[in-house]
Structures are given as C-alpha cells and as structure tokens.
C-alpha cells in the first residue's frame, strides 16, 4: 500500500464543526449531529474519496491500494477483528436479511456503531470501514443503528429510496435520468432534471391480473417500512431488547395482509390464496425489472415454477422443503396440544391470557416461526425465513445457471412479488389456528365504563369549493417526488450541478379525522384508550361477512390514549396525521415531498382503495377504561444509554412515534392487551353488529370509500351526486 493522503478538506463546514488533527485522522466537535450524519449514507456505491469529493466531507486518511487501483481508507487488524462477518460477505450483493450469516454481519457491525462513545466516533469509524465492507450490509447497521442509540434521532435518516432509489424505480427510469442529467451538465441549461414513471409502468404486464395491484405491492413507502420494521426489530436480537417482538411479527405483517385483500376487492380480484400445498405450482411469476447500481440484477421468476430444494455448493449449505414441511408440522401440533416443547424438553404453555411472569402465547409463536428467541429452535425450525430464501431461488434451485437471487431474499424489495402476500397469508392462517384455540373474551374484558354514542369520520377541507361529507372518504392518484441524486453520482465533475428528482403516482387521499361522541357516566374526570379497527363489509361475491370471516380484515387505523374526559357527554377529534400506525417525521428537503416514514405505515395508504362507485367499509370503535398502572409509561428495557435522549416514553399516536406495528426500542409495547384486541379471537356471536350491540363502550359506523381516480374529480363527482339530488330524492 502506497500512502495516499486525500485533498485538505478543512474547508468543510459541518454545521459549525471545529477540527483537530489527530494520529487517527481529523475528529470533529461541537456539531450538529443531522447533516453530516446523513451524508455518510449517500452514494453507498462509490468509494469514500468520491463521496467526500462530491459532498466536501472530512474523511480519514486515505491510501492508494495497488492491487486495485482504488483509493480507500485503511482499517487495522484490531478493527477488522471487531468487524468479524461483516468482511466475509461479499461486497456487490444485496443484504439478504433473511439469510443468518448476512443478518449477524449485520448485528456485528452495529455492535461496533453502537459500543463507541459518541457520534463523533460512529462518524469515524463509518468514514473508515465503509470501503471495506459490504454496500447494503454498512447501510442496514447504520440504520439499525439509529434506533438503538438514544444519541441518534430515527428522525434524521435519509428516505431509504433517497439512499438506493434503484431498489424502487424501473431500471429504465434510472437509465433516462442519468442520460438527461447528462445533457443538462454538458449543455449548461438547466442544473434539475425530473423524470416521470407512472404506475402501470412496472414489473407486470396488464395482461396479468396481478398488474391490477402492482401500484400496491411496489409503493415505495411501503417498501420503505417493510426494510426498517425488519432492522429496527431483527430477529436476531437480544432475547428480550424488544418488548412481545414475535407478536409484532404477527401483528404488523396481519395488517399487511389483510390490507393488501381489501386492495384486492377494491380492483375485483379475490382475495390472495395462501401458499400452502408446496407441491403444486406457483401460478404467478414476477419480473422485477430493477437493477441495483452495482450491476446486480435481480432474478426473474417464470409463471409455474416450484418450490424447491436448494442445492448449494457446498452442499452442507443446501435447503429442503421437506425441513419446512417437519417444521410446520411441529408448529400445528404445539398450537393443537396448547403448548411448545424448550431445548430442555419442558413444556412451554400457549395462552393469550397469561399468569403472572408468563408471555403471551402469540408471542412464543411468533418468535418461533420468524426463529428469533425460539424456545427450541431444532424443533420449530426457521418456517419463515427459509421459506423467503427458497421463493427467491425457485427460478434455479440447483444453481445450473449461477443465477442472482430473486427480490423475495430482500427486505425491501419483498413486497413487490406477488407470492410475498401468499407466503405470508400461509404464516397468517398459522397464527389465526392459533388465535383460534384461544377463548372468547369474557364481558368483563369487554366492557367499559364509557358509552360511546356517536362516530363520524370526515374528510379535511383540504380543497376549494368542497364541502366534506360524514362518513366518505376519498382515494385518487397523486405525484410524489424524490431526490435521487443522493442515492446515484450523477455528476461528470466535482463542481456539477446538478439534482435530479424522480416522480411517479402513488394511491393517496385527503386527512381525515374522527369525531366520538363518548358519555362519561361517572363524576369524576377519566381518561380512555380509544382502538379504531376498519374491515370490508362485503366479500369478493358481494355476500356480508360473517364475525369468523372479518378476523382476516381487521386492520389496525389508530390506537391512543385520550385526554381526561369531563363527566357527561364529551367529544373527543382526532386527526388521521397523528395515527399511532404512523411516524410524524418529515423530510427537510425541499425537493422531496415524500413525509419521512422509517417503521410507520405509509401515510399514503391509509386508506383502502375503494371502488368507483364507493366500497362500504365497516368502522369500529371501542373506549377502554386505562388501569390504573398503565397511566404512565415505565421504561424497563436496558438500552445503549448514550448522552441525548432523542427516545423518550410518549403515547402512541403523539409526534415522532409508530408504537402499534413497530413498538419501541427501549421501552414496553404501549398497550397492556393482544395486539389486535378485541378483534383478534372468535366469538359466540355471528355478526360483527350482534358483537358490538352487547357493549355500549363499542360502535360500529359505515364508511363509503371511494376510489376519484385523481383529486380534482373528488369535486366534480361530488357536484354530480349533488345534481342527481335535485332530480331524485336522495
């Protein structure tokens, strides 16, 4: 190695930083953390000396390396030792989370990030390692590391598509951005450039009924969270640092499911069949049509191909069905008897109403089939994250070809092929066997002490000559821009300028909010937690559902804790904004109109889709009274205690928190009851309307939901319906 040291570059400024030589490099202080913390995540395919030539970033000395040709940092053996896996993975293929030993190189370099000091020292060593390792495998341990240290703020970490757009965007998009970008550096006529995709510009032809949701699957917010719920609660934890973390497995990818069925209804195609009979052709196949910026391309899979054995190379590296096949098995039976077997052949009791010091029973299940804290791993297997690893390698399984793998080995790229939501409406089906074995809730876990007396939920006035009207509510398709030039160099030279923002049209719909009417029949003031469920009313063949058949729908919309209501009759508003499904970060960036999501459901998809002519939606709410214990949050989860608490214990729903599909790094699941309650288990009644009529702390309203195509025809269907009242009656 020749010494190399890069261009001085104390001309930056960060944030007001001052800067001292030291033997190790330059050491930056008195900072602000956001800025120059983001730009260690731009340009993850390029080299640190590009980066900091692009971007006028103070790095560590840097070296030529003879053998490549590269300019890059140099690491010591010390640091490389601390590093372990994350060296061995190779350094241009995706992160594969669902891949052990790409998920401990993951955990191992975060260790790093996370053992040192302060930012200064995260900084530093992630300006050394970053040549060094692997381009995804740096970026999910840089992000995980946001959430765990209470030094960082989960706030200030770039959109994921501003960091690798070519995850989410068409590589023919990508193409035509760098070639315009060119243009405009070479002709001097402009230094922005936005190229525009449309949604049936995708990985499906039309001719695929699948294409009908393919705007769904490939949303890139949705894609987005999938990535960070799966880094800010890895499996591969520490038992305990994430409180009921295999409920939240169950939970958030439940809501998934059932969400992307009423996308389904919406477009008249049936609800997805859950892939079960592993013998049998998988009907659909997908081609992705993105390539990563290294060249990685990602594996086609053709119509009708099996799920098969992956033999590898070595072979002890090899994958079976039949394993998954035991696996299963394993779990039916436990949820049968009511109870798993531990390493140590005691059983273990499945109950969702638990003893003192027991865990709920969802959440030994859940643990066991994504097999984060099993209880007996070599029984119960890795159900899930093998089935991910084998769907991705179908279109090659005995490796003839030396083919990439497909985007179902990916977090956030999963979502997109339509066996994702198969696969997971099979682990659905596995927990609802489960939640079935539990019994009704009792009146008494039922009732309350309020009466709810009235719902609505109207839409904002959110344009000009639009009255909102109770109870409807509208989607369309709106355009949503993001910067790219962040993730991609699209620079010929240092001094270019040049931005270049990607659009598209994305399923979006106006706030709402909703208004309770809830009557405080005691004399004292009180507060209530206030659950908001919604579920279709009719099925694929316009018949009701049934209690049974609506288990499968129920979505979470919010879950929070009011402010003390007066005795008497009282109102309580609450804005869609502030859903505790939801994160309220936002970007800062002026070019990017996409609000900041991190582990929050998008707030773009809220909403179902609806129909044309209007989809009717049951809406559900429930008014708990709060035990005594739960008014205040008690944080009892050990945490890396580092200097600035950007965590702080907050209700759900309240700025800066998505508790309900994420829960939180360091601190209790916010609400005491299953998750889901109380409309997660069967019950005596038949009808959902027979259910709420017993409990005067329930209600049960009647949304319309209808899909305008764009919103400037929210207003003129809303003349029309208008018209049609003065010739009809109405």
């Given at each position: 190695m020749n010494?190399?040291l890069?261009?001085?570059?104390?001309?930056?400024f960060?944030t007001?930083?001052v800067?001292?030589?030291?033997?190790?490099?330059?050491?930056?202080?008195?900072y602000?953390?956001?800025d120059f913390?983001?730009?260690?995540?731009?340009?993850?395919?390029?080299?640190?000396?590009t980066l900091a030539?692009?971007?006028?970033?103070?790095?560590?000395p840097?070296?030529?390396?003879?053998e490549?040709g590269?300019?890059?940092?140099?690491?010591?053996?010390?640091l490389?030792?601390?590093?372990?896996?994350a060296?061995?993975?190779p350094r241009?293929?995706?992160?594969?989370?669902?891949?052990?030993?790409?998920?401990?190189?993951v955990k191992?370099?975060s260790?790093v990030?996370?053992e040192?000091?302060?930012?200064d020292d995260v900084?530093?060593?992630?300006?050394?390692i970053?040549?060094?390792?692997?381009?995804h495998?740096?970026?999910a341990?840089?992000?995980?590391?946001?959430?765990e240290r209470?030094?960082l703020?989960?706030?200030?970490?770039?959109?994921?598509?501003?960091?690798l757009?070519?995850?989410?965007v068409?590589?023919?998009?990508?193409t035509?951005?760098?070639?315009?970008?060119?243009?405009a550096i070479?002709n001097?006529?402009?230094?922005k450039?936005t190229?525009?995709?449309h949604v049936?510009e995708?990985?499906?032809?039309?001719?695929?009924?699948?294409?009908?949701?393919?705007?769904?699957?490939?949303d890139?917010?949705?894609?987005?969270?999938?990535?960070?719920?799966?880094l800010?609660?890895?499996?591969?934890?520490?038992?305990?640092?994430?409180?009921?973390?295999g409920?939240?497995?169950?939970y958030m990818?439940?809501?998934?499911v059932?969400?992307?069925n009423?996308e389904?209804?919406s477009?008249?195609?049936?609800p997805?069949e859950?892939?079960?009979d592993?013998?049998?052709p998988?009907k659909?196949g997908y081609?992705?049509?993105i390539?990563a910026g290294?060249?990685?391309d990602?594996?086609?899979r053709?119509d009708?191909?099996y799920?098969?054995?992956?033999r590898?190379i070595?072979?002890?590296?090899s994958?079976y069905?039949?394993?998954?096949?035991?696996?299963?098995t394993?779990l039916?039976?436990?949820?049968?008897v009511g109870?798993m077997?531990d390493a140590n052949g005691?059983?273990?009791r499945?109950?969702d109403?638990p003893?003192i010091?027991e865990?709920?029973?969802?959440?030994?299940m859940?643990e066991?089939?994504?097999?984060g804290?099993?209880v007996?791993?070599?029984?119960?297997g890795?159900?899930h994250?093998?089935?991910?690893?084998?769907?991705?390698?179908?279109?090659d399984?005995?490796?003839r070809?030396n083919t990439n793998?497909?985007?179902?080995g990916?977090?956030?790229?999963?979502?997109?092929d339509?066996v994702?939501?198969?696969?997971?409406?099979?682990i659905?089906?596995?927990?609802?066997?489960?939640?079935?074995?539990?019994p009704?809730y009792?009146?008494r876990q039922?009732t309350?002490a309020?009466e709810i007396?009235?719902?609505?939920?109207?839409?904002?006035?959110?344009?000009?000559?639009?009255t909102?009207?109770p109870?409807?509510?509208?989607?369309?398709?709106?355009?949503?821009?993001?910067?790219?030039?962040?993730?991609?160099?699209f620079?010929?030279k240092?001094?270019?300028?040049i931005?270049?923002l990607?659009?598209?049209?994305?399923?979006d719909?106006?706030e709402?909010f909703?208004?309770?009417?809830i009557r405080?029949?005691?004399?004292?003031?009180k507060?209530s937690r206030?659950?908001i469920?919604?579920?279709?009313?009719?099925?694929?063949?316009g018949?009701?559902?049934n209690f049974?058949?609506l288990?499968?729908?129920w979505?979470?919309?919010?879950?929070?804790?009011t402010?003390?209501?007066s005795?008497?009759?009282?109102?309580?508003?609450?804005y869609?904004?502030?859903?505790?499904?939801?994160?309220?970060?936002?970007?800062?960036?002026?070019?990017?109109?996409?609000?900041?999501?991190?582990?929050?459901w998008?707030?773009n998809?809220?909403?179902?889709?609806?129909?044309?002519?209007?989809?009717?939606?049951?809406l559900?709410?429930?008014?708990s009274?709060?035990?005594?214990?739960?008014?205040r949050?008690?944080?009892?989860?050990?945490?890396?205690?580092?200097?600035?608490?950007?965590h702080?214990?907050t209700?759900?729903?309240?700025?800066?928190?998505?508790g309900s599909?994420?829960g939180?790094?360091?601190e209790?699941?916010?609400?005491?009851?299953?998750?889901g309650?109380?409309?997660d288990?069967?019950?005596?009644?038949g009808t959902?309307?027979?259910?709420?009529?017993?409990?005067?702390?329930?209600?049960l309203s009647e949304?319309?939901i209808?899909?305008?195509?764009?919103?400037?025809?929210?207003?003129?269907q809303q003349q029309?319906?208008r018209?049609?009242?003065?010739?009809?009656?109405?």
């Open positions: 010494s190399y890069w261009s001085t570059l104390y001309r930056v960060l007001g930083g800067f001292v030589q030291t033997a190790a490099g330059t050491r930056i202080y008195n602000g953390p956001r913390m983001q730009s260690v995540f731009y340009l993850p395919y390029e080299t640190t000396a030539n692009r971007f006028d970033l103070v790095v560590p840097l070296f030529m390396n003879n490549t590269m300019v890059t940092t140099e690491i010591s053996n010390e490389k030792m601390k590093l372990g896996t060296l061995a993975i241009d293929i995706p992160y594969f989370a669902f891949k052990r030993e790409h998920s401990l190189a191992e370099l260790k990030f996370l040192v000091e302060d930012i900084y530093r060593f992630a300006m050394e970053r040549d060094h390792v692997n381009h495998i740096f970026l341990a840089l992000y995980h590391t946001f959430y209470r030094d703020n989960p706030g200030d970490l770039p959109p994921l598509e501003t960091v757009p070519d995850r989410f068409p590589a023919g998009v990508l035509k951005a760098k070639q315009l970008a060119k243009q070479l001097h006529h402009t230094r450039v190229v525009e995709w049936d995708t990985g499906i032809a039309t001719r695929s009924p699948e294409q009908g949701v393919a705007y769904w699957r490939e890139i917010r949705l894609n987005s969270f999938h990535w960070h719920w799966h800010s609660n890895p499996y591969n934890i520490e038992p305990g640092k994430r409180d009921r973390r409920e939240l497995f169950y990818h439940h809501n998934m059932a969400r992307y009423m389904r209804l477009v008249n195609l049936r997805v859950p892939f079960e592993w013998h049998l998988i659909d081609f992705p049509h390539t290294n060249g990685y990602w594996a086609d053709q009708n191909s799920f098969k054995d992956v590898a070595p072979l002890n590296e994958n069905v039949s394993q998954l096949e035991m696996w299963r394993h039916y039976h436990a949820i049968d109870y077997v005691v059983q273990v499945l109950t109403n003893r010091g865990d709920y029973g969802i959440n030994i859940g066991a089939v994504e097999a804290a099993s007996n791993p070599a029984l119960y890795d159900l994250n093998l089935g991910h690893d084998l769907l991705s390698q179908s279109h399984p005995a490796k070809h793998m497909g985007v179902m990916a977090v956030e790229t999963a979502i997109r339509p994702f939501f198969r696969w997971h409406k099979f659905d089906t596995l927990f609802l066997r489960y939640k079935l074995t539990q009704s009792t009146t039922l309350g309020f007396v009235d719902v609505e939920v109207m839409e904002d006035n959110w344009k000009d000559n639009y909102p009207m109870n409807r509510l509208h989607t369309f398709f709106s355009p949503s821009t993001f910067d790219a030039s962040r993730g991609i160099d620079k010929m240092p001094d270019d300028r931005t270049v990607l659009k598209s049209d994305v399923l719909h106006p709402f909703y208004t309770i009417q405080n029949p005691t004399s004292e003031f507060r206030i659950r469920f919604l579920a279709p009313k009719y099925d694929e063949d018949q009701r559902l049974a058949s288990l499968h729908y979505t979470e919309m919010d879950n929070f804790k402010d003390p209501i005795p008497g009759t009282d109102y309580i508003s609450r869609s904004m502030n859903s505790s499904i939801l994160s309220s970060y936002r970007s800062r960036d002026p070019d990017t109109d996409f609000a900041f999501s991190g582990c929050s998008p707030r998809l809220q909403l179902p889709r609806g129909t044309a002519d209007g989809m009717v939606f049951h559900f709410v429930m008014a009274d709060i035990p005594p214990d739960e008014h949050p008690k944080r009892s989860l050990d945490v890396n205690r580092n200097r600035y608490p950007y702080l214990p209700a759900p729903g309240t700025p800066g928190t998505s599909f994420c939180r790094p360091d209790k699941y916010p609400d005491p009851w299953p998750m309650y109380p409309l288990r069967k019950s005596g009644h959902i309307e027979a259910f709420v009529a017993e409990h005067k702390n329930m209600a949304v319309l209808t899909h305008a195509g764009d919103p400037e025809s929210v207003g003129r029309a319906e018209d049609d009242c003065l010739l009809f009656t109405c």
